[in-house]
């Protein structure tokens, strides 16, 4: 497989970052995920880490060397997310249930898969403009559907943060699969949390990303959508994926996964949990956890020594 | 008799330490005195919980029940806070900590050991009333160290005699960053944080989203108070109801100069919105007005400069 792929996180205004993005390859198949933790203490975090992490590891499990089905692999996955996040609910005894959207995709044999839950989404562009898209499972989508509102008005709508299906909520999750689409060389994935989308249309994403060399115009993109999030703005994370190798510019970034050996995996995930919500959690450190604290004070009180 | 922890006794090998003999014993650790490989003396604290009865015997920590357990972990992230808050923070009249690890089933945290006795020790020890220069000198050097931790976004919110250390040579270092524990406002009563009756301000009681760098403010004027009175101020939340603190400046006139009493007035402020809002501004404040009537030697005079250049 060759792509060139793109990924960044941003705190937007806020204290913590709840959005968790993950990607790992492969030799023959390609993972994507986002994740945008919800709800107030540390619970959306860790929903979305737990969510990310839990992706990432079935498909290392499962992926030998190729996904059997990417289809069933992606629903499956989502409900054990979704159960995995009410036994850790019920393990640390925690009055809600961590939740979290989901989008995910796998692209094996020139196909491109996904599967998402809530409302952070996915696009595939090809020339410009857009050839598949996940629909929202909020209740602003529904209005657009009952032809209530218009798509345009769904970002600015006071309910736009209310979703009817999510990983670790009190109903068994809503999950919808995208139908298998060939791809070609030049089509561009975009996964990305309501904090990007909310800010920036998506005929503006694909001028941003479909005729220029994303790892110069994403990070680009990332910072004006920032920007125009202001003092209140969202988490926001994208993952973006061109397919095929990369001929708008000649710099050397696209990955080529023939190098790997059967059965390695490139993966790229973040592991740091921010622990110290103000509010306080009400759960208990796990051994990992005391070994990270201990690890970054030792790190601190080097980095402070004189 | 009640069950207490056991403290690791004398001579006790811990990691790379050894433990010569336990200083203290408080709510959430004991403080010992040790040595390291250099046979330099350390100070360490042993997050223990004394709500908690872990260790009846030996040296592991272990906790009886699973409640217990996820109570003794969840108190473990305040013992961090403290020790990434003190982490961070590299300043002569601040503790300093040397090294922080795992052993036992617990945590430990080494800091440089400092000779002297807090300053409440010092108040109690005292017959006659605290000297007006002694004051002064011990506040501004506390006042620099506290700065330092409020740059770093920190607030101590348990400044009281008890946490301000003496070195021999008079300089002040402030201790016991355990209710840097801003984490620990949820209703665990088992590991509720102690704030102390007197140097606790009254937002700590009842408004915890209005802490900020006068709700140090408040217990550095309390401290103050108790220097001069040899007890505390009575406390916020008693004051709230029915306020029956009398002013420094009325009980001590004549006696400190108005500026000081007036400062110590200033900080005790029930809102926190009257009180000075920074710990430069209040630094600012004992600084400016002169101390007492005496010429001015060169010396004074060059020093008064320098510090004010410092602080600024
Ligand atoms: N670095 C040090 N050098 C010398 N003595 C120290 C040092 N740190 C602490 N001590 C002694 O131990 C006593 C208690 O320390 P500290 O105030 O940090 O803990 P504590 O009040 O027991 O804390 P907690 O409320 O978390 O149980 C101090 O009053 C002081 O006498
Ligand atoms: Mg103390």
Redesign the interface.
């Given at each position: 497989m060759r792509f060139t792929i793109f990924q960044e996180s941003r705190k937007g205004s806020r204290k913590v970052n709840q959005d968790r993005i993950a990607y790992t390859y492969s030799r023959d198949t390609l993972l994507l995920v986002v994740a945008d933790g919800m709800g107030g203490h540390a619970g959306g975090e860790i929903a979305a880490q737990i969510a990310a992490r839990l992706f990432i590891e079935r498909f290392q499990q499962e992926a030998k060397p190729v996904l059997k089905s990417p289809l069933k692999f992606l629903q499956d996955s989502m409900l054990r997310a979704h159960a995995a996040l009410g036994s850790y609910a019920n393990q640390f005894s925690m009055l809600e249930t961590p939740r979290t959207t989901c989008v995910a995709c796998v692209v094996q044999a020139g196909h491109a898969y996904w599967a998402h839950v809530g409302d952070s989404r996915l696009y595939l562009y090809r020339q410009g403009g857009i050839i598949g898209q996940t629909k929202d499972h909020s209740k602003v989508q529904y209005l657009v559907d009952q032809g209530i509102i218009g798509a345009d008005e769904v970002a600015m709508h006071p309910d736009r943060n209310k979703i009817f299906s999510c990983l670790g909520g009190l109903v068994d999750p809503v999950i919808d699969l995208g139908k298998r689409t060939p791809l070609r060389n030049g089509d561009v994935i975009v996964m990305c949390s309501d904090g990007l989308w909310s800010v920036l249309s998506k005929e503006e994403m694909s001028t941003w990303l479909t005729s220029t060399p994303i790892l110069k115009t994403a990070p680009q993109m990332m910072a004006e959508a920032e920007k125009r999030g202001g003092s209140e703005g969202d988490n926001l994370s994208a993952i973006v994926v061109r397919w095929g190798p990369e001929t708008l510019t000649d710099e050397p970034s696209t990955t080529i996964t023939e190098t790997l050996g059967l059965g390695q995996f490139e993966t790229q995930i973040d592991r740091t949990l921010t622990?110290?919500?103000?509010?306080?959690a009400?759960?208990?450190?796990s051994d990992d956890e005391?070994?990270h604290?201990?690890a970054?004070?030792?790190a601190?009180?080097q980095r402070?020594?004189? | 008799m009640a069950v207490t922890n056991q403290a690791l006794p004398g001579a006790y090998q811990l990691l790379n330490y050894r433990i010569d003999r336990q200083i203290s014993r408080g709510g959430f650790s004991i403080v010992y005195r040790a040595f390291d490989e250099m046979g330099a003396p350390v100070a360490i604290k042993e997050y223990l919980p004394s709500s908690l009865v872990l260790r009846t015997e030996g040296d592991i920590v272990r906790a009886s029940t699973a409640e217990n357990l996820t109570s003794f972990r969840y108190g473990m992230k305040c013992f961090f806070e403290e020790g990434r808050a003190l982490a961070k923070i590299n300043h002569p009249n601040v503790v300093r900590v040397l090294n922080f690890f795992r052993a036992n089933e617990t945590v430990y945290m080494v800091m440089r050991y400092e000779r002297g006795r807090t300053l409440q020790q010092q108040i109690q020890m005292r017959q006659d009333q605290m000297s007006e220069r002694l004051v002064r000198h011990v506040f501004m050097h506390l006042l620099n160290g506290l700065r330092e931790v409020h740059t770093h976004k920190l607030l101590h919110l348990d400044i009281k005699p008890a946490n301000i250390y003496l070195r021999t040579d008079g300089t002040p270092v402030l201790l016991d960053f355990g209710a840097a524990r801003q984490t620990l406002t949820t209703n665990r009563p088992k590991l509720a944080p102690m704030y102390t009756p007197g140097f606790a301000a009254p937002e700590q009681y009842r408004d915890p989203d209005r802490l900020g760098p006068w709700t140090d403010v408040y217990g550095v004027g309390a401290s103050m108070f108790a220097c001069l009175a040899a007890f505390a101020p009575q406390a916020a939340d008693a004051r709230i109801q029915e306020d029956h603190l009398v002013s420094a400046k009325k009980i001590w006139s004549g006696q400190y100069s108005d500026n000081v009493l007036e400062v110590i007035d200033w900080c005790l402020r029930l809102d926190p919105l009257e009180r000075p809002q920074s710990v430069f501004a209040l630094q600012k404040a004992i600084r400016d007005i002169p101390p007492k009537k005496r010429k001015l030697t060169f010396f004074d005079a060059l020093k008064r400069k320098l510090f004010s250049e410092l602080g600024a």
């Open positions: 622990l110290t919500d103000r509010k306080g009400q759960r208990d450190l005391i070994e604290a201990i970054e004070i030792q601190t009180i402070y020594r004189r | -």
